[in-house]
């Protein structure tokens, strides 16, 4: 059973900086892309960011870009993303995702699949 287990988040004032967390376990994660994906009240899903599978490469939603980091760590099976410069508009629940096939990796969500269930909630006061 796939399962993604996110953490990190919390409320953080204007300005500040976070890092998000997920481990990851069910499959062979070191095939996958991954990605992480965010709602907030009452808007549509937003796509954020993604990492390829080794990790060489990534891709940042323009929204974000400049102020959020994605990385990962094969050995242990987890993905991050640092959020820095936080504003309130990035005030959602935040999902890690992965690809939805070892060869899918895409800047959208369409290619990835998540758990509702779960996420990390990001609350940036001002």
């Known amino acids: 059973e796939v399962q993604l287990v996110e953490s990190g988040g919390g409320l953080v004032q204007l300005g500040g900086s976070l890092r998000l967390s997920c481990a990851a376990s069910?499959?062979?994660?070191?095939?996958?892309?991954m990605s992480w994906v965010r709602q907030a009240p009452g808007k549509e899903l937003e796509w954020v960011s993604a990492?390829?599978?080794?990790?060489?490469?990534?891709v940042l939603a323009d929204s974000v870009k400049g102020r959020f980091t994605i990385s990962r760590d094969n050995a242990k099976n987890t993905v991050y993303l640092q959020l820095n410069s936080l504003k309130t508009e990035d005030t959602a629940m935040y999902y890690c995702a992965k690809g939805k096939n070892t060869s899918d990796y895409c800047a959208a969500s369409w290619c990835y699949t998540w758990n509702w269930g779960q996420g990390t909630q990001v609350t940036v006061s001002s």
């Open positions: 990492i390829n599978n080794s990790g060489e490469n990534t």
């Open positions: 069910g499959f062979t994660f070191g095939r996958y892309a």
